[in-house]
């Protein structure tokens, strides 16, 4: 799985706006969307991909020669999505071949972007609209791959998006950051996007404005069960405290949860990044969390009830990077120099050395099962290379030089 291993919209935020005040937006306000076509042009079949992969079947749309990726979301080993600097992209033979399916209203993308995509065929993408923020903005929809976008005025500017299937999903809207603090909404929709309701939100400014998910702390995940039970992660600059709320009202509501902290940690901050807890399946999940003190370390947790109760597992990971959970029993996570990987629930983990020396820096990590997965280097010079694994993370081949 997962996943975007990026800056993430609200933590950038935190660190270019201050924190916003603001009158309240209607969440009742429908939408208005409007059917625009990806860009298109004509489309010849590529070469046979390298290494000894399926020819891709040809999509209607031009194709991108080695793409400048930011941020990559893979479903299968074929089927995957991209963001570039100023593209929407997607591939489905590995990574071999892209093509810019970028809804002709988007000029530009970039980090900032969020992108989920459910299947191949289901995607959402949001920009932060600075102009109207963090009142209004608009979101990108496609239900067949990319070919035509709907976009539609939701009523925040900025969010982490969510869902569940084509249809039921949250929003986390970014309402302003500064000095450790992060205002918030919450946001569902059962439409597929096209109209929001607000469930919360912790601005003290508006109306009605709730305290349970506080304003202290900067969020940085969504992560969702259901309809009804949800997760907001982040980060708070208290020592011996990890950031972490429930909701089981549809997000009325929000309780801490409480986690064991490994021994001696007390005094070490504790944070969640972006992507680093899943649900793979109803009951079982995973949550991976930064611990830093003296040195810094990953400590994983697993739930097998659904979140009621969270396990801490008998190994601290030295590092802290990108994770991905694949099951309820298999994970795999890169600490910078070397690649773990459970498969028996995170009771123990295998330390498989990558053939190429990545480092502490890169952009994205994304695997798909045990075996294959891709990685984007960080180059100082904004060079973006792009990276597959098909033995586990072992060997890599660059897929883009």
């Not at 123990?348 to 502490?360: A, L, M, R, Y």
């Amino acid at each position: 799985m997962t996943r975007f291993k990026v800056p993430i919209v609200l933590l950038t935020l935190a660190l270019v706006l201050p924190a916003c005040k603001s009158s309240a937006a209607s969440s009742d306000t429908p939408a208005e969307p409007a059917d625009v076509p990806a860009r298109n042009a004509s489309t010849e079949v590529p070469p046979t991909p390298y290494p000894d992969t399926p020819a891709p079947i040809a999509i209607d749309a031009p194709i991108v020669e080695a793409p400048a990726l930011v941020t990559i979301r893979f479903l299968t080993e074929m089927d995957g999505w991209g963001v570039t600097d100023t593209q929407i992209v997607r591939t489905n033979d590995g990574g071999v071949t892209w093509y810019n399916v970028t809804p002709s209203t988007v000029t530009e993308t970039g980090y900032s972007v969020k992108l989920f995509a459910l299947d191949a065929e289901h995607v959402w993408m949001q920009k932060p609209d600075f102009t109207n923020y963090p009142n209004s903005g608009f979101l990108n929809r496609t239900s067949d791959g990319g070919m035509t976008w709907t976009t539609i005025t939701v009523p925040f500017s900025g969010s982490i998006l969510n869902f569940l299937d084509e249809n039921n999903g949250w929003a986390l809207a970014d309402l302003g950051a500064g000095a450790g603090s992060n205002a918030v909404a919450i946001y569902q929709t059962t439409d597929s996007g096209g109209n929001w309701i607000q469930t919360y939100a912790n601005d003290p400014n508006l109306p009605n404005a709730g305290d349970s998910l506080p304003l202290g702390g900067l969020k940085s995940d969504l992560i969702l069960l259901n309809m009804q039970t949800a997760y907001v992660s982040g980060v708070t600059y208290t020592t011996g405290a990890v950031y972490l709320f429930r909701t089981d009202d549809g997000g009325h509501t929000w309780v801490s949860v409480s986690l064991p902290l490994p021994a001696g940690t007390e005094n070490s901050q504790m944070s969640i990044e972006n992507d680093h807890m899943k649900f793979v399946s109803a009951t079982d999940g995973f949550l991976a969390v930064r611990v830093s003190g003296e040195t810094t370390q990953t400590a994983v947790y697993v739930t097998h009830d659904a979140g009621t109760t969270w396990t801490l597992t008998p190994t601290l990971i030295p590092g802290y990077g990108a994770a991905d959970f694949l099951s309820a029993q298999e994970a795999v996570i890169y600490n910078g120099a070397q690649f773990y990987v459970t498969r028996d629930a995170a009771r123990t983990w295998s330390i498989i050395p990558p053939d190429v020396i990545f480092g502490e820096s890169y952009n994205a990590m994304d695997f798909v099962n045990l075996t294959s997965g891709w990685l984007i280097p960080y180059d100082p010079t904004d060079h973006r290379s792009f990276y597959r694994t098909t033995d586990g993370g072992a060997t890599w081949f660059a897929v883009i030089p």
